[in-house]
C-alpha cells in the first residue's frame, strides 16, 4: 500500500511539474525513478496515462480523470495529517499529578507515558503519594483517588474505573487448615492488614446477597505498603484482600488462590479530581478521557475462570 501511494504521489507531481524531468528534480529522484513510478501505476491499473507520441507530456482521458481523483485523495490525507498534527500541538502545557503509589505506578503512570509520546508539546509533573494531598493548596491539577470520596466545594469529580479486590492466600497455607467458606469464616483466620495513618482499612465483603459487611478480622501482622502484604501472603502468612491489577500473576501461576469465589465481588472506585475552572484546558480533558477509557481495562482484568 506504501508503494502504491508512493506512485500516485509521483505521478501527481509528474503532472503538476509538466514532465518526468523536472518531477524528479523536485523531488529529489532520479528521472528514470519517475518513469519507472508511473510505469509501475500504468501496469497495476492496466491503463495509459500519459500521452507518449508528442514532445509535451499530456495526459489521456483516463489519466486525466485519474489525476483529478488523486490529486483530491492526496489532499484529504495532507489535510487529515495537518488536522491530527493540530490536535497533538493543542495539547500542550503542564499538568501536575497526584496519584497513589502502587496503582499510580502500574495502572496510571503507562498511560500517562503513551500520551506524553503521542503528544510532544505535554508535561507531565507526576507524582507518587498515598497520603490524602490538598488539591488547590498544594497546586495539582489532576487528583487520582480510590474509595470512597467526600465531594470537596471547587473540585470536579468523575469516576475513571472500579478495582476489584479479591480475597486470597498461598496454597501452603491451607496445609494445616481449611478454606473459608463464608466471610464469617475469615474471623478465624490470620489476616495480613493494611494499617495506615493510625488506622485500620476495614475489609468491606459482599455477601451472597450483594449487601456490604464489615469483616471482623484478627491478625499478629499489619502493613502500611500492599507490596508487602502481598509478599506475606505468597509465603503462607496469611489471608489478604488485595487488587486484582497487583496480584493477577501469582494468581495466574498458582502461588495465590482467589478464595470466597462464589460471593459477588467487591470493587473500590476510582475518581479522577481536578479543580474546577471555567473552561477545562485541552491536555486535562484528553488525560481524564484517556484515563477512563483505558484504566477499566487494567485495573479490572476479566476474573479468572474457574
Not at 488547590?136 to 470520596?149: K, S
Not at 469464616?185 to 485500620?200: F, G, I, P
Not at 484482600?241 to 467487591?266: A, Q
Amino acid at each position: 500500500m506504501h508503494h502504491r501511494l508512493e506512485n500516485i504521489s509521483v505521478f501527481v507531481e509528474a503532472v503538476e511539474a509538466g514532465g518526468f524531468s523536472r518531477a524528479a528534480e523536485r523531488l529529489g529522484l532520479s528521472r528514470s525513478a519517475v518513469g519507472k513510478a508511473v510505469a509501475r501505476l500504468e501496469e497495476r491499473l492496466d491503463a495509459r496515462l500519459f500521452n507518449r507520441t508528442t514532445r509535451v507530456l499530456t495526459l489521456t482521458e483516463e489519466g486525466q480523470i485519474y489525476y483529478d481523483k488523486c490529486r483530491r485523495a492526496l489532499k484529504e490525507l495532507r489535510s487529515g495529517e495537518e488536522q491530527l498534527h493540530a490536535g497533538r500541538t493543542d495539547v500542550a502545557g503542564k499538568v501536575r499529578v497526584s496519584m497513589p503509589i502502587l496503582f499510580g505506578r502500574h495502572c496510571v503512570t503507562p498511560i500517562l507515558l503513551e500520551l506524553a509520546r503521542q503528544y510532544p508539546n505535554l508535561d507531565l509533573d507526576l507524582r507518587f503519594s498515598d497520603l490524602l494531598v490538598d488539591v488547590i493548596g498544594e497546586g495539582f491539577d489532576l487528583v487520582i483517588r480510590q474509595g470512597p470520596i467526600a465531594d470537596g466545594s471547587g473540585l470536579r469529580i468523575r469516576k475513571i474505573c472500579s478495582q476489584n479486590k479479591i480475597v486470597c492466600a498461598a496454597p501452603s497455607y491451607f496445609s494445616e487448615r481449611a478454606k473459608p467458606q463464608t466471610i464469617h469464616d475469615l474471623e478465624m483466620h490470620d489476616a495480613l492488614v493494611y494499617w495506615r495513618s493510625n488506622r485500620l482499612f476495614p475489609w468491606q465483603l459482599r455477601d451472597l446477597d450483594g449487601n456490604l459487611q464489615n469483616c471482623k478480622l484478627k491478625w499478629r501482622l499489619q502493613f502500611d505498603n500492599l507490596e508487602a502484604i502481598v509478599d506475606a501472603a505468597v509465603a503462607g502468612l496469611g489471608i489478604a484482600w488485595l487488587p486484582d491489577w497487583l496480584i493477577r500473576p501469582h494468581l495466574n501461576e498458582g502461588r495465590l488462590l482467589s478464595l470466597l469465589d462464589g460471593f459477588p465481588s467487591t470493587a473500590v472506585d476510582t475518581f479522577a479530581v481536578w479543580p474546577e475552572t471555567p473552561t477545562l484546558p485541552k491536555r486535562l480533558r484528553v488525560i481524564v478521557d484517556t484515563l477512563a477509557e483505558k484504566l477499566p481495562g487494567i485495573s479490572q482484568e476479566d476474573p479468572m475462570p474457574h
